[in-house]
C-alpha cells in the first residue's frame, strides 16, 4: 500500500510559479507510475500531467505543456510538479496519485492510490 502526502500549495498572481510535492510512504512506491490531477469547483478531475515509475517517461496535458514540468527524486520518494506562467484557469485542488497500469493513464479511474490534495489560487 502507499500513502501520499501533497504539500506546496498556496496563493500566487498570474505568472507566479508554485512547486508542489508530493511524499510516499511504503517500500514500493518505485513500481508505480504517479500522476497529477486537478479539480476546479463544478469540475471534473482532470489529468494534469505524470511520470513513468522509471522517471524516464513524462506525459502533459495540453493546457500545461511548455509550463509544468514533473520529476521524481526517488532517494526522497517524492513527485514534483513545477508549475510556471501560471494562469487565473490553473486554479484548482492538486491531487498526486499512483498507478500500476501499462503506460501514463489520464484517466483517474485507473489510479488506485491517492492524496488529500492540495489547493492551488492564481488570481489575475
Known amino acids: 500500500q502507499v500513502q501520499l502526502v501533497e504539500s506546496g500549495g498556496g496563493s500566487v498572481e498570474a505568472g507566479g510559479s508554485l512547486r508542489l510535492s508530493c511524499a510516499a510512504s511504503g517500500p514500493t512506491f518505485r513500481t508505480y507510475t504517479m500522476g497529477w490531477f486537478r479539480q476546479a469547483p463544478g469540475n471534473e478531475r482532470e489529468f494534469v500531467a505524470g511520470?513513468?515509475?522509471?522517471?524516464?517517461?513524462?506525459s502533459f496535458a495540453d493546457a500545461v505543456k511548455g509550463r509544468f514540468t514533473i520529476s521524481v527524486d526517488n532517494s526522497k520518494n517524492t513527485v514534483y510538479l513545477q508549475m510556471n506562467t501560471l494562469k487565473p484557469e490553473d486554479s484548482a485542488v492538486y491531487y498526486c496519485?499512483?498507478?500500476?497500469?501499462?503506460?501514463?493513464?489520464?484517466?483517474?479511474?485507473?489510479?488506485?492510490?491517492w492524496g488529500q490534495g492540495t489547493q492551488v489560487a492564481v488570481s489575475s
Open positions: 496519485a499512483a498507478t500500476r497500469h501499462f503506460g501514463i493513464p489520464t484517466s483517474s479511474s485507473l489510479y488506485i492510490y
Open positions: 511520470i513513468s515509475k522509471t522517471g524516464s517517461t513524462t
